[in-house]
């Protein structure tokens, strides 16, 4: 079989000749293996082409890509930069408003709320190499890590503040201010005085004011109603009254009313109507009988008319 010859007919599309090619096995097996050696070169070469143009390609991707992170990361930077110089004036008014609220100032060591650590640093895998971007990467992770706490920080400042001045707010809102009769006029004052019925000297614990019957008779603080007093004895005593607690050691009295607009345990609003100007109990004639207490000691009430 090794020794027998192929042929092989070439016939012309517009010749009549024929041409005949005669080859041996061995040259058979050869033109093949050649054949397939260049096949498999042109392969491999336009494999190795394609191969290094889509490298080539994604390379150039891939720095493009780069490169545009590296912007984003640097524009993002510049943002929190932004950030942290408002968060400045915000700590800045921060502690204006705590000198506001009587609180004492924050420690900067206190506001230095770094960040570090292995166990922190050894959560950053994608900023373990040594580039540019791996570094403003962690810049910025560092950055955000201490914005936050910043932040936080400032927050619970401004809540503290918050509190401090609505605890203000309530004291000055339950602080008697203000003259129980609109345009009321002080008849008899605070002190020893001769009094009008016994013409004897008498302490008067409180202040009278002036008004007809009818008038109306304000809250000077906000507080709750203690007491109200209807029976009384003609020529005796205080006559109608309210007493009102106001929280913080503070009470007020109102007396000799004429009418009587709220009720035990009732929570009163300053500026609202309580009830009305009499001339009930001793007394020669309509007016308001307003005192002042401080833990159970009585005080000028002229002190806290603010109005």
């Not at 060591?109 to 292995?118: A, F, K, L, M, Y």
């Not at 009094?195 to 614990?205: D, L, V």
Request: include cysteine.
């Amino acid at each position: 079989m090794i020794k027998k010859r192929f042929r092989i007919l070439w016939l012309s599309k517009n010749s009549i000749d024929i041409k005949q090619y005669s080859f041996s096995f061995y040259q058979i097996c050869l033109i093949l293996s050649i054949s397939f050696i260049v096949f498999l070169f042109i392969g491999a070469l336009i494999i190795g082409s394609a191969t290094t143009f889509f490298h080539s390609y994604r390379v150039a991707s891939l720095e493009n890509d780069r490169e545009k992170l590296q912007h984003e990361l640097l524009s993002m930077k510049e943002q929190v930069s932004t950030i942290n110089q408002r968060l400045t004036h915000l700590e800045d008014t921060g502690d204006d408003l705590r000198v506001v609220a009587n609180l004492s100032a924050i420690d900067n060591d206190i506001r230095q709320v770094g960040v570090g650590g292995p166990s922190y640093y050894s959560e950053l895998d994608f900023l373990n190499y040594p580039d540019e971007i791996s570094e403003t990467a962690m810049e910025i992770r560092l950055d955000l890590d201490k914005l936050e706490r910043s932040l936080q920080l400032e927050k619970d400042n401004l809540t503290e503040i918050a509190i401090k001045l609505q605890q203000r707010q309530d004291y000055f809102d339950h602080l008697p201010s203000i003259s129980p009769i609109v345009n009321g006029r002080i008849t008899e004052r605070f002190g020893y005085r001769i009094h009008p019925i016994t013409n004897r000297p008498q302490n008067h614990k409180g202040v009278d004011i002036s008004g007809r019957i009818g008038t109306k008779v304000l809250a000077s603080a906000a507080g709750k109603v203690i007491k109200v007093k209807i029976k009384y004895k003609p020529n005796v005593s205080y006559g109608k009254e309210i007493i009102i607690d106001h929280g913080n050691g503070f009470q007020t009295r109102y007396a000799h009313l004429n009418k009587i607009l709220v009720r035990p345990g009732q929570n009163v609003k300053r500026w609202e109507t309580i009830g009305e100007v009499g001339e009930t109990g001793a007394t020669t004639g309509p007016h308001l009988h307003y005192e002042v207490m401080v833990n159970e000691d009585l005080k000028n009430p002229e002190y806290y008319i603010m109005n």
